[in-house]
């Protein structure tokens, strides 16, 4: 049993790592915050055979022989686009970038073989067969009304949005809200630690809020909010549920 498990392994990073260096199949979005100058540099390096950086840009060849290209754009002001190269995630199958533009930035996903890229505005956090994700925007001080949970999907020509849960239209403008945490309870559900704010009568008093449960399908999702112990369903309020288009690069 253990020679099973060995080769099966073996052959899942072989799989997903497409001929990149790599040492771990989980990668670590953490590199893409922080020393980026040096993370860049040694990503590229693992990477040399798919990846340069010249002339401003980070050259991305895939493995159809498509290259893409990430053009840097150093204005100081809202045409601000820099990127930095973080490395290969063996276990999605894709580049991840760190994209940082005017007062506001993400990562950008692009496919190892199609070279179709997508942009998240924080890290993914991968469902435990790796065939999903989340990310979440919370921003309570500048623009609260923008707070969004965005689920996606991975396939073999690259992963896709599929949702965006707009958290607003859930509540009255009295107050503003987040999801603070999101954590995934299997491959179709998610726990979402929610946290809100109210503007009267003083302005970041915290407010007590329910966690939410979230259940994914391919054609929508299902929200329940944890009462005492138990999954009451939530209606979906108009403008609370937005089916993302599919955009092809």
């Known amino acids: 049993m253990k ?76 045409r601000l686009s820099l990127h ?35 942009f998240v505005s924080s890290t993914p956090e991968l469902s435990p067969d790796r065939s999903r994700f989340v990310t979440r925007y ?31 239209p859930f509540f009255k403008r009295a107050f503003v809200w987040g999801a603070a945490k999101v954590d995934w309870i299997d491959n179709d559900t998610l726990s979402v630690t929610r946290e809100g704010f109210a503007y009267e009568p003083n302005f970041h008093d915290v407010l007590d809020m329910n966690k939410w449960i979230i259940k994914v399908t391919k054609k929508s999702v299902k929200i329940f909010e944890v009462v005492d112990g138990k999954r009451v369903p939530v209606k979906i309020p108009k403008g609370g549920l937005v089916p993302v288009k599919k955009k092809t690069k």
């Not at 080769?7 to 990149?20: M, R, T």
């Not at 040399?48 to 002339?55: G, K």
């Not at 020509?157 to 958290?167: H, L, P, Q, T």
């Open 84 to 118: 930095s190269f973080c490395g290969f995630a063996e276990d999605i199958g894709h580049h991840v970038v760190r994209w940082r533009g005017y007062e506001h930035g993400g990562l950008i996903l692009v496919d190892g073989v199609s070279g179709k890229e997508l």
């Open 138 to 168: 919370f921003d309570i001080d500048m623009d609260p009304h923008n707070n969004t949970i965005e689920i996606g999907s991975i396939h073999k020509d690259g992963a896709e949005m599929d949702f965006r849960i707009r958290c607003q």
């Open 3 to 78: 020679n099973i498990g060995f080769w099966a392994g073996l052959i899942l990073v072989l799989g997903f790592s497409a001929g990149h260096a790599a040492k771990s199949v989980v990668f670590e979005f953490d590199k893409c915050f922080s020393n980026l100058e040096k993370n860049e540099a040694r990503g590229i390096e693992m990477n040399a055979r798919y990846v340069e950086r010249r002339d401003g840009a980070l050259h991305i060849k895939t493995e159809s022989g498509k290259v893409v290209v990430l053009r840097d754009d150093k204005v100081d002001n809202d």
